[in-house]
């Protein structure tokens, strides 16, 4: 069974800033490119980040234009983790974060099946 568990979310003030983790298990972690798409209240789905699956030792990321700069993510395949880094955060950036599994070849961050239960990041003062 595919299972995608995220933590390390919370409030935090503009200008701070959290790394969220992703556990993942039930699958071959490592085979998989791997996103982070959040969802603010009210607005739809959309999407962050994507890290590809680790071929040949080389790593290709992608960020949305609104936390370009700002965010990073990373994996540990030896953990079996997915990481997002999030320096600089604004109200705009409150959301409900989720982690999940890109299904496809392609490193299309909104093509996944399965999705973590999501951890609340909230950006105020």
């Known amino acids: 069974e595919v299972q995608l568990v995220e933590s390390g979310g919370g409030l935090v003030q503009p200008g701070g800033s959290l790394r969220l983790s992703c556990a993942a298990s039930?699958?071959?972690?490592?085979?998989?490119?791997m996103s982070w798409v959040r969802q603010a209240p009210g607005k739809e789905i959309e999407w962050v980040s994507a890290i590809n699956s680790i071929n040949r030792g080389t790593t290709t990321t992608k960020y949305a234009d609104s936390v370009k700069g700002r965010f990073t993510i990373d994996r540990d395949n030896a953990k079996n983790t997915l990481y997002l880094q999030m320096n600089s955060l604004k109200p705009e950036d409150t959301a409900v974060y989720y982690c999940a599994r890109i299904t496809g070849p392609a490193l299309n961050p909104m093509d996944y099946a399965y999705r973590g239960q999501g951890t609340q990041v909230t950006v105020s003062s």
């Open positions: 039930g699958f071959i972690f490592s085979r998989y490119h």
